[in-house]
């Protein structure tokens, strides 16, 4: 039992030393590179746009490897993140699809641009099967309080996602009316990822 409980506290103390050191990396500077992440996206509509999609007879679903619960969307994600937190990359796999009986708009290749101050999202819209158009598709809030972190994950929640001006008017030329009211998000966000090598960017001596 004595060597157990040995063993436990060894293990221990080697995990709290790596998370000390990927900290002191991060803030010594030795993390040069942008950190690798994997992890997941989570679409929500808010509730006035759930209530507007609604009344405009306009449904919500995904595009595998998209999936769907309830008012809500979750996709893969791959990306880097700057060890600063201040910018990072995310491409989502999957997408959307809005659509009412006469209409469909596709949302695909959905890419996450991040810097402090204001994020947004590019993606390729289609309308009807059309040739897709890329496109500045959300802009939203990025700022230090909305995330939460540790050495080994980062956390977003209730993220407001709106439409930029193409978006809107993709949505606007495809059912004539827009999903939302102005100034109102079109889904919340939350997103969950892990750092897949936090010391591949260690520089070499």
Known sequence: MKIFNSKKRVAGLALAATAVLGITAVQAGAIAADLPLRGSGTFCLSPNAERTLASQNVTLEAIAPATRNGNCLTMPVTGTLSPDLSRGEGPLQGGMRFASPEHRLDVTNLNIHIKLGEGSTSADIAQDGAAATHVDFFRYPVALNLVSFTPT?????????????????????????????????????????????????????
Request: aromatic share 10%; net charge neutral; glycine share 12%.
């Open 153 to 205: 994950t980062v956390e977003t929640k209730n993220i407001p996602l709106k439409l930029a001006a193409p978006g809107a008017a993709a949505f606007t030329t495809a059912f004539g009316t827009g999903t939302t009211a102005a100034h109102d998000p079109l889904f919340l966000f939350d997103g969950h990822a892990q750092v897949t090598n936090p010391f591949g960017g260690l520089s070499k001596p």
